[in-house]
T-cell receptor, first 114, second 115 residues
């Protein structure tokens, strides 16, 4: 299975600032995904990041708030912009592994906004 | 409409015993996949097992097996010979195969293994 890393693993940020989260995969993958997990909640998909095209956002998530880059088949970034305490969550990237439908997740970025 | 339902917010099991975590799903698609993930307190999501809608055999991975009952739309996770390290949140998820790679998650079940 793909090995996925994320940076930073955790951060504490002040409201109004922005944080960029990096996701690196050890193999080329077509589809990468960004999820949010608010405290005590389940995971919700923010967007699908495909190389060479604009990210596709889910209902309730907009590009101005969560801009995503996907410069190549092994890397993606998610920026959380103009943060508020409600953005305090774990942010996870995931990839679909090759021809199988199995999805693997990175270790997550635990964000606290004060 | 909620597509994945996990009705057990919390479960307890004695070490070395088996435990079943319930999951029901709702979809009108014929092609879909069902997943189980484990999330320890560290926050990482660990892939456990996958079942495709056309798979005739129940999926197994070591101590994990998926009891797939298509007509009842259930995909329960069975963990055999529970270990203390199995204590974690467990999430059931579904992927409708023609809706991109989006996973829809249930609310999770917190499993506690007692020594």
């Amino acid at each position: 299975s793909a090995v996925i890393s994320q940076k930073p693993s955790r951060d504490i940020c002040q409201r109004g600032t922005s944080l960029t989260i990096q996701c690196q995969v050890d193999s080329q993958v077509t589809m990468m995904f960004w999820y949010r997990q608010q405290p005590g909640q389940s995971l919700t998909l923010i967007a699908t990041a495909n190389q060479g095209s604009e990210a596709t956002y889910e209902s309730g998530f907009v590009i101005d708030k969560f801009p995503i880059s996907r410069p190549n088949l092994t890397f993606s970034t998610l920026t959380v912009s103009n943060m508020s305490p409600e953005d305090s969550s774990i942010y996870l990237c995931s990839v679909e592994d090759g021809g199988a439908y199995e999805q693997y997740f990175g270790p997550g970025t635990r964000l606290t906004v004060t | 409409a909620q597509k994945i339902t996990q009705t057990q917010p919390g479960m307890f099991v004695q070490e070395k015993e088996a435990v079943t975590l319930d999951c029901t799903y709702d979809t009108s698609d014929q092609s879909y996949g069902l997943f189980w993930y484990k999330q320890p307190s560290s926050g990482e999501m660990i892939f456990l097992i996958y079942q495709g809608s056309y798979d005739e055999q129940n999926a197994t991975e070591g101590r994990y097996s998926l009891n797939f009952q298509k007509a009842r739309k259930s995909a329960n996770l069975v963990i055999s010979a529970s270990q203390l390290g199995d204590s974690a949140m467990y999430f059931c998820a579904m992927r409708e195969l023609y809706q991109g790679g989006k996973l829809i998650f249930g609310q999770g079940t917190e499993l506690s293994v007692k020594p």
